[in-house]
């Protein structure tokens, strides 16, 4: 069975430092797809990076890099230049190519301080 | 391009009352898929439905029910409703092709509570 662990349940980091989110997987499936979702309070879970388990570099979508260790089954988010809007929750997913369930984390609230 | 659209946003119910809940996807996608948010469990898959047929399910009681239209836009049901389901319910739209990457997206949610 596949499974997401997030073991940082909150995180406080400074306005303008750099923030990992760590996140961890289980799958014996070679090919699978890992996400990172942010949640505000509105609950809208907004995309924010995706890494594909034969993908050779690490994904970046702006200040979102996706830091892929494909032998330690880790894929922490790193978060540039954190601003206040940050704040909120993010997931880490997987989903198995082949199936179009995705499997989440329990999840890691972050809070951005002024 | 429109995103995803679920409809109602917040409502309230009373326990042994039902629920129907609406998603209307991206244009051009065909599959929806439906997820259950709570404190306590997280967020656990419901079920999918891609061209009007259940295409996968989730653990969850009889009670929870869905279809899926011509036009793609899904409903979900929940009969008999229990303190338990209050909750944040997503959709999410995608393609329906199996391999297609990250192109899964999300609705705003609507929360359910139920008095």
């Known amino acids: 069975a596949q499974k997401i662990t997030q073991t940082q349940p909150g995180m406080f980091v400074q306005e303008k430092e750099a923030v990992t989110l760590d996140c961890t997987y289980d799958?014996?499936?070679?090919?699978?797809?890992l996400f990172w979702y942010k949640q505000p309070s509105s609950g809208e879970m907004i995309f924010l990076i995706y890494q594909g388990s034969y993908d050779q570099q690490n994904a970046t979508e702006g200040r979102y890099s996706l830091n892929f260790q494909k032998a330690r089954k880790s894929a922490n988010l790193v978060i540039s230049a954190s601003q206040l809007g940050d704040s909120a929750m993010y997931f880490c997913a997987m989903r198995l190519l082949g199936d179009d369930k995705i499997i989440f984390g329990k999840g890691t609230r972050l809070h951005i301080l002024p | 391009k429109a995103g995803v659209t679920q409809t109602p946003r917040y409502l309230i119910k009373t326990r042994g009352q039902q629920v129907t809940l609406s998603c209307s996807p991206i244009s051009g996608h065909r599959s929806v898929s439906w997820y259950q948010q709570t404190p306590g469990q997280g967020l656990q898959f419901l079920f999918e439905y891609f061209s009007e047929t259940q295409r996968n399910k989730g653990n969850f009681p009889g009670r929870f029910s869905g279809r899926q239209f011509s036009n793609s836009r899904s409903e979900m049901n929940v009969s008999t409703l229990e303190l338990g389901d209050s909750a944040l319910y997503l959709c999410?739209?995608?393609?329906?092709?199996?391999?297609?990457?990250?192109?899964?997206?999300f609705g705003e949610g609507s929360w359910l509570t139920v008095v």
């Open positions: 999410a739209s995608s393609p329906g092709q199996r391999n297609s990457g990250n192109t899964i997206y």
């Open positions: 799958t014996s499936d070679p090919s699978y797809g």
